[in-house]
């Protein structure tokens, strides 16, 4: 078998919820859409159903996944409905479900349900995606107030800057909706991963905490602590081939590095078919065997050249860290120009193994 794969580690998982969970005001929905940012939605969602409030995923075929799976906690559909015909599964199945556009709150209360359904009322307060105007808001609140079809409202925005300590733009949108929802009896939604982290003062009754779930840290800002999160996914190959070349001799595609004296070239089997991202450069971190090196040259689709010069005793069958407990996915995602999001949920093609767990000694120091 190629040796990539994907270790994922349902304990760090576990840990890292409930690092989150002290740093909400209240409740927390998981979550796990995207396939749990690329760690697999069912064994995430399965090892987190003792200790979490719900889940949340982008869309019902993600709901269904978890449901079939036998996930009998809440689940949130972050985009709603895409056609009106989804909302007798969503009854069907238990599901809670956004209403962001004034065409799925028309569906809504037209429709002839079994039973009527939590919505979580999704307002514009900035992000400018998807939501209700601020204008908008109260009138759609009301609508949802009469309709026969909803139980229970939850009253939700989105922030686009959290991550950014020192733009104003989370504070503004804060104020914008709780201007807004100024005396609706409703529990609130805000705060995502970076607000949870970097916000302190803002704090709703759910929160949703995503990518700090899985061990990353989406404040890239000094003055954020992070220190006890754990990293879920550890992406890990082998080297399958070394090189010995005299310096002046270039290595891979475009020859983007050339050796400037002796370099010792180790071949690893993982490439960007497997998720690693084509546009690291030479120098961007790994570990062999425990120890930190560098790649070299470009990642080709299958495989990528690794410096191991100064590591005489690496050699093929030696063990290969591209992001894990010793090499950080976020200093990875930072040498490539991208974010941890994209690089966890673009992992594929290799084995996944997921360890096992023991509930009574999962604790947070």
């Not at 599964?89 to 002839?112: F, M, S």
């Not at 104020?175 to 705060?191: E, H, K, N, R, Y």
């Not at 081939?241 to 002796?262: C, F, H, I, K, M």
């Not at 050699?315 to 690089?343: F, M």
């Amino acid at each position: 078998m190629r040796p990539a794969r994907a270790l994922i580690n349902l304990q760090a998982l576990r840990h890292n919820y409930r690092v989150a969970r002290q740093l909400c005001a209240d409740k927390a929905l998981a979550v796990v859409k995207a396939d749990a940012y690329g760690h697999g939605a069912v064994h995430c969602a399965l090892a987190l159903h003792d200790i979490a409030d719900g889940f949340a995923v982008a869309c019902l075929d993600e709901a269904l996944e978890l449901r079939e799976a036998g996930v009998t906690l809440p689940i949130l559909l972050l985009e709603g409905f895409f056609d009106p015909d989804e909302l007798q599964l969503i009854v069907a199945h238990d599901l809670w479900c956004v209403i962001h556009a004034d065409w799925q709150l028309e569906a809504l209360e037209r429709a002839a349900l079994l039973r009527p359904l939590t919505v979580w009322l999704k307002m514009d307060s900035g992000m400018h995606r998807v939501g209700f105007f601020p204008r908008e808001y109260q009138a759609a609140w009301q609508r949802l107030q009469v309709c026969s079809n909803v139980a229970t409202v939850v009253l939700m925005s989105h922030f686009s800057q959290a991550d950014e300590l020192h733009s104003a733009r989370t504070q503004e949108q804060y104020q914008i909706f709780t201007d807004v929802v100024t005396g609706m009896q409703a529990p609130i939604s805000l705060c995502n991963s970076p607000a949870l982290l970097a916000w302190p003062s803002i704090r709703s009754d759910w929160s949703r905490p995503g990518i700090i779930l899985y061990g990353s840290q989406p404040v890239a800002m000094h003055g954020v602590s992070v220190e006890k999160l754990q990293p879920v996914m550890t992406l890990q190959s082998k080297i399958i081939s070394v090189r010995e070349l005299s310096a002046g001799e270039p290595v891979g595609y475009g020859a983007q590095y050339v050796s400037e004296q002796p370099v010792r070239v180790g071949i690893v089997a993982m490439g960007y078919a497997d998720g690693y991202p084509r546009h690291a450069p030479t120098g961007t971190p790994v570990a062999v065997d425990g120890r930190m090196t560098q790649i070299l040259g470009r990642v080709s689709m299958d495989m990528l050249a690794v410096d191991l010069t100064g590591l005489k005793q690496a050699g093929v069958g030696s063990s290969v860290e591209l992001w894990g407990a010793i090499v950080s996915v976020d200093e990875v995602a930072t040498r490539a120009g991208t974010i941890s999001y994209e690089l966890l949920c673009n992992v594929k093609r290799v084995r996944y193994e997921y360890s096992a767990y023991d509930s009574l000694k999962n604790t947070i120091a």
